[in-house]
Nanobody, 124 residues
């Protein structure tokens, strides 16, 4: 059974850091582009960061550039999102998603597999 499981969310103060993890089981991530998406209450789901399957190229939304870093460890079947300098507006449920794609698909509708999400709350 193909499954993605996120972890690492929590409550953090503004300016703090969190590291989200996405663990894949039932399939190998090697051929998959992996995206991190987030959805805040009352808002549409948005793409935060994408990492390609082939070259490891990355994409970041303007709102997180310079603060978030995506990485993958194919040997461990894991993808990570390091989030630094967190802001109140980063509060959302964060999802990882996977699709067989050698590019950087930013539209969430392109993704085939999704995790259950992990809550990130930035609050003072």
């Amino acid at each position: 059974q193909l499954q993605l499981v996120e972890s690492g969310g929590g409550l953090v103060q503004p300016g703090g850091s969190l590291r989200l993890s996405c663990a894949a089981s039932g399939f190998t991530l090697y051929y998959y582009a992996i995206g991190w998406f987030r959805q805040a209450p009352g808002k549409e789901r948005e793409g935060v960061s994408i990492i390609s399957s082939s070259t490891g190229s990355t994409y970041y939304a303007d709102s997180v550039k310079g603060r978030f870093t995506i990485s993958r460890d194919n040997a461990k079947n894991m993808v990570y999102l390091q989030m630094n300098s967190l802001k109140l507006e980063d509060t959302a449920v964060y999802y990882c998603a996977a699709v067989v794609n050698f590019g950087l698909p930013t539209d969430f509708s392109e993704y085939d597999y999704w995790g259950q999400g992990t809550q990130v709350t930035v609050s003072s």
